[in-house]
C-alpha cells in the first residue's frame, strides 16, 4: 500500500534540463571544454560531480570543477525564466497534498533544488526534501530515495517514486520502490 510520494526534480516537477545543460556549457566553455546536449542529458539524475570530471577527462582537459560548479550555478541562478513545471507531475503533486506524505529526492544541489521549487511555488508541498549533500552515493544507487523515505518513516516497499531518468529509475527499484517513469504518463 503506498504512504508516500516521492518526485526526483529535474526532469520531473520542474522542467529545468536545457537550464541545466545551457549553464553548464557556458561554465565549461571558459575552461575550453565542450559539452555534448545528448551525452548530458543521457547521465540525467546523476549529480554533476560524477558527469562533469569524466566529460572533461574523455576530452584530455584538465578541470578546475569548483570553478566550473560555481559558474554554472551562477548562470542557471539567472536562467530562471527557462524554467518551467512539469504540469501533469505538478498535479499529481497538488492533488496529493495534504493527504499523502511527499519527499523530493534529487542529484541536483540543495541551493539549485530549493531555487526551483520556490520559482514553482511548490516548496511548502514536501515535507522533506533531499539532495546530493544528504547521501554518500548517488542515483543509479538508492541512497537518495531510502534517505528520503527514512525522514518520511515510511518503508521503501510502501513509497512511490517518480523519475523522468534512466539513473533514477534504477534508483528506485534498487530501494524496492514502485517508480513511475513520467515520460511514459
Known amino acids: ?22 549553464s553548464w556549457r557556458k561554465a ?3 575552461q575550453e571544454i565542450t559539452l555534448d546536449e545528448d551525452h548530458f542529458y543521457q547521465h540525467s539524475g546523476t549529480p554533476s560531480s560524477r558527469v562533469i570530471p569524466k566529460v572533461a577527462a574523455e576530452q584530455g582537459k584538465k578541470l578546475d570543477f ?13 536562467s530562471s525564466d ?3 513545471p512539469i504540469p501533469r507531475v505538478v498535479e499529481i503533486a497538488r ?15 540543495r541551493n539549485l533544488v530549493h531555487h526551483q ?11 522533506t526534501i533531499v539532495t546530493c549533500e544528504d547521501t554518500e552515493h548517488h542515483k543509479p544507487d538508492p541512497d537518495v530515495f531510502l ?7 515510511v518503508e521503501p516497499e510502501n513509497c512511490r517514486v517518480y523519475e523522468d531518468g534512466e539513473p533514477g529509475i534504477e534508483a528506485a527499484r534498487r530501494a524496492g520502490m514502485e517508480c513511475v517513469d513520467i515520460r511514459k504518463i
Do not use: P
Open 95 to 109: 492533488m496529493n497534498r495534504g493527504h499523502m506524505k511527499m519527499a523530493v529526492a534529487s542529484g541536483g544541489t
Open 28 to 30: 565549461l566553455s571558459s
Open 82 to 84: 527557462l524554467l518551467l
Open 66 to 78: 569548483q570553478r566550473a560548479l560555481d559558474e554554472k550555478e551562477r548562470h542557471f541562478l539567472q
Open 147 to 153: 534517505e528520503a523515505a527514512r525522514r518520511l518513516q
Open 1 to 22: 500500500m503506498i504512504q508516500a510520494l516521492i518526485f526526483d526534480c529535474d526532469g520531473t516537477l520542474v522542467d529545468s534540463m536545457f537550464a541545466h545543460y545551457s
Open 117 to 127: 521549487l520556490q520559482q514553482m511555488k511548490i516548496m511548502d508541498w514536501f515535507e
